[in-house]
């Protein structure tokens, strides 16, 4: 656990950011520091050189790169743009090269991986739509095939009845085809049907057709109320799923039914006002309960309990108890229904302990594990144990890692044994290989970062489209080996996986199909079924359909802050199986006297709510997780989402983040969290919060949800469309499309010329603007409850101390028809704040007399707030924040010139970049006028009309 010393030693260690002079980031310094106070704290320096001629961009890790000794330093990235700005090439010494080619609306035609595999990508000409219709695939030196296929619904009657006129209707894919049978208004689907391969097909080509090698289909409806929101869905094993929602849009019970059995699985939820639970009881009468710090807003307890009204008496189940740093690191969890046991002399209970550097990483931790002891016994000792078996011990872990955050060393120190495992990193890329395996770094990888066998030495296959294939569990040199086999529909959806073993009697064949809303498990034995088992899961509830006339069971799972499955109870509220994992996601302990002996039966998400394997491997999606090592084996197919090394799970925090797919983390508390900065902020201006983050706030307000949701994704568009169009105007000296607008409309109105350090000027700004915007989640747009009389529309913390957004509810959530192309604008504005540390700067008419001097200079003003302090030209002074007014029209006209009164014309264009309407109007202005992504969103979220500008219910600026 980490002290109180150190603990305040790293409060307010700095992160600094070097920006070059054309806007880009060009360092960035961490502070390291350590628990061990020998060691002197070091700066980790990241390097970034942008070549804006050759639109290349390098950069370098902290831990230097090098393919020999006397060789130059090797970049961990290198990417290549194009014209526009989109990638070209990007070459990672994690991941290889990559390279991607798009048309001129951003639609992939050719990309190549870093195995040499090539997809082509077929579209409709522009003019009937331009929607996908075909991708091929070419492995190098194979041949070429067709892996999808896309069908849209023709414009007739039949199509119409059920919404499907120019809908995506089939979809041929490397699993099978999928079928839209129907759509709702909102273009959810009501009815679809799932077509998979036989297991023994080979890879399909749909250009042919493998339509003959298609198993039975499997069928699913839905049925959802005005709002969209889920009524009624029926699965392919008929198992329905029935909800029921309360005033709010919030689910207040569920339902689970197959044939005559109908039941209850979600009796009742009790929630806050902002829609965060504080009790819900399963349908078995479980109860849990949770609880949440009044400051900071962060859960501090979850409850999972019998209550003492249960038919089987009070049993408490796992009572979780949390404690945080002041960012939000958990420091403790206590498992307070853990009963304590005794060994050695030694309490072993429920507590875990965690400490951090000052990057965050976890360095150690403590908890409890199953510690094997013979068998004891004593005249008159009640506690004898003749046989012996496993007990509760107390362990301690410790992690070590490097400068390009690879974990080189995990150290475990308990009562199950000593053990330390090392890891070789490779001197020229962030590989890693057990230390002793009999590959090394270099050579145990294949190209595009793929992990070519375990630690044990068996064998890993990989698709060519750097899928998991194939692993061999048991090698046998005279005989088959035993083997897992893995199929996917695409990157992210496996479909089935079929693992064959020999037994003592044949062969042993068990396939788990996911699809048609269900997981189905099928055992045979010399091809004759032995054991079916059909698996329909309801969030934490299992629905297991065993034999034919056997009555399903219910299996209710408890789980903690990541996901990880702890448990579950069964039907009746007894508790069936109990686990705990390390923090890296090894398994610890479990009570093995109740825990499920049907492996057929036995639930199979564990960590973090992860499918595990059996190579001990987990499953997150796009990505196959080692726990034993902390790491992914294979690089990221995201790139560069999470950072330069492409290997490191969860950025080495595994106790405070999760990784839902396999691509990047995020806060696993998230959902009911607001920093303490925030905190504090909000509860120094009088603020309420309305909803913390999405999850939240889809509770509370759907519709409100969408539009956030949709005006962050259409900013991120429309802000990358104008820098690109900048881009271009520099690059061709203002000899492209676009710079009539923007000279039109920006410089020469206000008297600025088209000059190189005029749109390098703007350039800066939208660059900088890019990159925030693309790192901004919807989770970091919060919705607050202003004061009825506040007329701002959101705040942000300019000084970076708090990230984020912070919006009016009351200004967009009562869903006024332009709300939507509102928030776009509005988020724009706020993140140039954080970006770019832009201003609030106001044009108004000035008083007539003026005691500051001539009225065409220009004056500084502080300003407290937004449009309520500023009122038919008004000027009001009020500290803490500051303004520049110029002399000009009458604010209401929004689309005019306001630096008419500035000496001189060229400092317009400065002054312009630092005023976040500006800045915000200037995006919304070239996509409008170019066609951009802002225009299509504007028009289809609002009813803009001829593009103007007038109408946006803006604050007194350009």
Same mark, same amino acid.
């Given at each position: 656990?980490?002290?109180?010393?150190?603990?305040?030693?790293?409060?307010?260690?700095?992160?600094? &950011?070097?920006?070059?002079?054309?806007? %880009?980031?060009?360092?960035?310094?961490?502070?390291?520091?350590?628990? %061990?106070?020998?060691?002197?704290?070091?700066?980790?320096?990241t390097r970034m050189l942008c070549d804006h001629l050759a639109r290349t961009l390098r950069q370098f890790g902290a831990r230097p790169l090098r393919a020999s000794a006397e060789a130059p330093l090797l970049a961990d990235a290198t990417t290549l743009h194009g014209l526009g700005r989109q990638v070209l090439r990007r070459h990672t010494v994690d991941g290889d090269a990559t390279q991607t080619l798009t048309d001129s609306a951003g639609r992939s035609l050719w990309s190549c991986n870093a195995q040499g595999t090539v997809w082509l990508h077929a579209h409709e000409p522009p003019n009937e739509g331009g929607r996908l219709l075909a991708v091929s695939e070419q492995p190098a030196g194979g041949?070429?095939?067709?892996?999808?296929?896309?069908?849209?619904?023709?414009?007739?009657?039949?199509?119409?009845?059920r919404n499907l006129a120019g809908e995506l209707t089939t979809h041929f894919d490397n699993a099978g085809v999928m079928h839209v049978r129907s759509l709702s208004l909102g273009a959810q689907a009501l009815e679809t049907q799932r077509r998979l391969l036989h297991p023994q097909a080979q890879q399909p080509d749909w250009a042919v057709g493998s339509e003959d090698e298609l198993e039975q289909p499997l069928l699913m409806t839905h049925q959802y109320d005005a709002g969209g929101a889920l009524l009624v869905q029926v699965n392919a094993a008929s198992v329905t799923r029935r909800m029921a929602y309360d005033i709010s849009g919030a689910v207040a019970q569920a339902w689970m039914a197959q044939g005559a059995a109908n039941i209850l699985v979600l009796s009742a939820i009790q929630r806050r006002a902002d829609g965060v639970p504080l009790a819900?009881?399963?349908?078995?009468?479980?109860?849990?309960t949770f609880a949440y710090s009044a400051r900071s807003q962060r859960l501090t307890r979850h409850r999972t309990a019998r209550p003492s009204d249960h038919a089987l008496g009070a049993l408490v189940i796992s009572?979780?108890?949390?404690?945080?740093?002041?960012?939000?690191?958990?420091?403790?969890?206590?498992?307070?229904? &853990?009963?304590?046991?005794?060994?050695?002399?030694?309490? &072993?209970?429920?507590?875990?302990?965690?400490?951090?550097?000052?990057l965050y990483r976890l360095v150690s931790a403590s908890g409890r594990e199953r510690t094997p002891v013979a068998g004891t016994w004593a005249p008159g000792f009640a506690g004898s144990d003749r046989k012996g078996g496993d007990v509760w011990g107390r362990y301690t872990e410790h992690y070590s890692y490097d400068d390009g955050d690879n974990l080189t060393e995990l150290s475990h120190n308990g009562g199950a044994g000593s053990r330390s495992r090392k890891l070789v990193v490779s001197?020229?890329?962030?590989?890693?290989?057990?230390?002793?395996?009999d590959l090394t770094p270099d050579t145990g990888f294949l190209a595009g970062g793929l992990q070519k066998a375990l630690a044990?030495?068996?064998?890993?296959?990989w698709y060519a489209d750097n899928q998991l294939r194939q692993v061999s569990l048991v090698r046998r040199p005279d005989d088959a080996d035993d083997l897992e086999r893995y199929y996917y529909a695409d990157g992210g959806t496996r479909t089935r996986k079929v693992t064959t073993v020999k037994v003592a009697d044949g062969l042993q064949t068990t396939v788990i199909t996911y699809a048609g809303g269900c997981e189905t498990r099928r055992r045979q034995r010399e091809g004759r079924l032995q054991e079916q088992v059909v698996i329909t899961e309801d969030a934490t509830v299992r629905w297991i359909q065993t034999p034919l006339g056997a009555e399903p069971q219910q299996r209710y799972g408890f789980i903690d802050h990541l996901g990880s499955s702890s448990g579950e109870t069964d039907a009746l509220g007894r508790l069936v199986a109990r686990q705990e994992y390390s923090?890296?996601?090894?398994?610890?302990?479990?009570?093995?006297?109740?825990?499920?002996?049907?492996?057929l039966l036995q639930r199979t998400l564990r960590y973090s709510g992860k499918e595990r394997d059996a190579t001990g491997f987990y499953y997150y999606g796009w990505r196959y997780y080692q726990p034993e090592f902390g790491r992914w084996s294979? &690089?990221?197919?995201?790139?560069?989402?999470?950072?330069?090394?492409?290997?490191?799970?969860?950025?080495?925090?595994?106790?405070?983040?999760?990784?839902?797919?396999?691509?990047?983390?995020?806060?696993?508390?998230?959902?009911?969290?607001?920093?303490?900065?925030?905190?504090g902020m909000l509860r120094q201006g009088g603020l309420e919060v309305y909803a913390y983050n999405s999850q939240a706030l889809e509770v509370k307000n759907p519709a409100l949800a969408r539009n956030i949701s949709g005006a962050l994704q259409a900013a991120k568009e429309g802000v990358r469309f104008t820098r690109d169009v900048v881009a271009k105007i520099l690059d061709s000296g203002g000899r492209v499309r676009g710079t009539g607008y923007m000279t039109q409309y920006f410089l020469s109105a206000n008297g600025a010329s088209l000059s190189f350090q005029n749109v390098e000027t703007v350039q800066r700004v939208v660059n900088g603007l890019t990159q925030y915007l693309d790192s901004l989640t919807v989770d970091d747009v919060k919705v607050l409850n202003f004061d009825s009389e506040d007329n701002r529309l959101a705040i942000s913390d300019r000084n970076g101390a708090v990230r984020g957004i912070f919006l009016n509810g009351a200004q967009f959530a009562g869903g006024r028809e332009d709300s939507s192309r509102d928030l776009m604008f509005t988020i724009i504005h706020e993140a140039s704040h954080l970006a770019m540390k832009t201003k609030d700067m106001w044009y108004t008419n000035l008083p007539a007399a003026n005691e500051s001097g001539d009225r065409k200079d220009y004056h500084m003003i502080d300003l407290n707030d937004i449009v309520s302090l500023v009122r038919e030209g008004k000027r009001q002074q009020v500290p803490d924040k500051y303004a520049r007014v110029w002399d000009g029209p009458e604010h209401e006209a929004l689309d005019k010139a306001k630096f008419g009164g500035v000496g001189n014309r060229d400092y317009t264009v400065k002054a312009m970049m630092e005023n976040a309407d500006s800045v915000a109007m200037f995006v919304y202005y070239m996509n409008v006028k170019l066609g951009g992504p802002l225009n299509v969103y504007s028009r289809e979220h609002g009813g803009l009309r001829h593009g103007s500008f007038s109408q946006l219910r803006r604050r007194a600026s350009i």
């Open positions: 656990m980490v002290s109180t010393p150190l603990a305040v030693q790293h409060d307010g260690t700095p992160e600094v &950011a070097v920006i070059a002079s054309t806007g %880009d980031q060009a360092r960035v310094l961490r502070l390291l520091r350590t628990q %061990d106070a020998a060691l002197p704290p070091r700066w980790l320096a041949p070429c095939r067709q892996r999808e296929r896309l069908q849209y619904g023709e414009p007739v009657l039949a199509n119409r009845e819900q009881t399963a349908g078995n009468g479980v109860v849990d009572d979780l108890h949390y404690r945080y740093d002041s960012v939000g690191n958990i420091l403790t969890l206590d498992d307070q229904g &853990a009963e304590p046991a005794w060994h050695r002399n030694t309490r &072993a209970d429920g507590l875990r302990t965690y400490a951090y550097d000052t001197e020229q890329s962030n590989r890693a290989l057990p230390e002793g395996h044990d030495g068996r064998p890993l296959t923090p890296y996601g090894e398994t610890t302990g479990s009570d093995e006297d109740i825990e499920e002996v049907n492996t294979s &690089a990221d197919p995201g790139g560069l989402i999470d950072g330069l090394n492409l290997f490191r799970m969860v950025r080495n925090n595994p106790v405070t983040l999760r990784d839902g797919t396999g691509l990047n983390p995020r806060r696993a508390l998230s959902e009911t969290s607001l920093d303490h900065r925030e905190d």
